[in-house]
């Protein structure tokens, strides 16, 4: 797999607390040079960002991050608020404290009323594989599936790990066929994007990519 194919996949990142417009609009004018999937950026900065590449760049942004506990109304707001802002992909966050106190439908329902609030934009659902146990992964494979959300991505990059290849292979053997699989967190050589691709990761999210192909 060449380097190209991989920048195919990658949703370029920037989601650090102290992102400024200079840094935002670099990372666009990278994913925009090298043809990444998208740009994932703060909820604050896609009206801007939207503006400025004018369509030559999906822009993705985050709802309910990073810890997911936010209510349900809240998140829908949010998410309303970045498409009607330009947003075409939404990566949300579980609420990770309903899992471990088995409210399943309560997951379900919301990331049913989060893909409606998307209309028809792709969602994500981040369910933080670091906190979960192989069960709790196995079962938001089911919820994620039956919710018919777009994508199952592993982590926020926020907390106490990140993507890891096992849990690639573990989503791949549970989740729907209808569902893919973003891997995110700690991404850091092509050798381990080639690998999370060839598991059955779509999308990649990370920082480093472009930033080891910009300077090789």
């Known amino acids: 797999m060449d380097v190209n194919e991989i920048l195919r996949h990658v949703d370029h990142t920037l989601l650090l607390q ?9 990372i666009c004018d990278d994913a925009v040079t090298y043809h990444t999937a998208s740009v994932c950026i703060p909820p604050s900065y896609v009206k801007q960002a939207c503006e400025y590449v004018r369509g030559r760049t999906a822009v993705c942004t985050v709802i ?24 075409s992909e939404i990566d949300m966050v579980i609420n ?15 990331i049913r009323i989060l893909k409606a609030a998307c ?19 196995i079962k938001m494979c089911e919820i994620v599936t039956r919710a018919e959300a777009d994508y199952i991505k592993t982590s926020t990059g926020f907390s106490s790990g990140g993507a890891v290849f096992e849990d ?13 699989i973003k891997a995110a967190g700690g ?30």
């Open 18 to 26: 102290t992102a400024a417009w200079d840094e935002i609009r670099q």
């Open 64 to 87: 309910g991050f990073p810890n997911g506990y936010m209510t349900t109304r809240a998140k829908e707001y949010e998410t309303r608020d970045a498409i009607e802002n330009g947003a």
């Open 96 to 110: 990770i404290g309903w899992l471990k106190d088995k409210k399943y439908d309560l997951i379900e329902d919301e």
């Open 119 to 137: 209309g028809g934009k792709i969602l994500k659902v981040i369910i933080e594989t670091c906190l979960l146990t192989d069960e709790e992964k």
């Open 168 to 180: 690639i292979e573990l989503f791949a053997a549970n989740v729907g066929a209808n569902v893919k």
């Open 187 to 216: 991404i850091s050589s092509l050798d381990d994007a080639r690998k999370f691709l060839k598991l059955g990761a779509d999308r990649l999210g990370t920082s480093r990519i472009v930033k080891i192909v910009k300077n090789s």
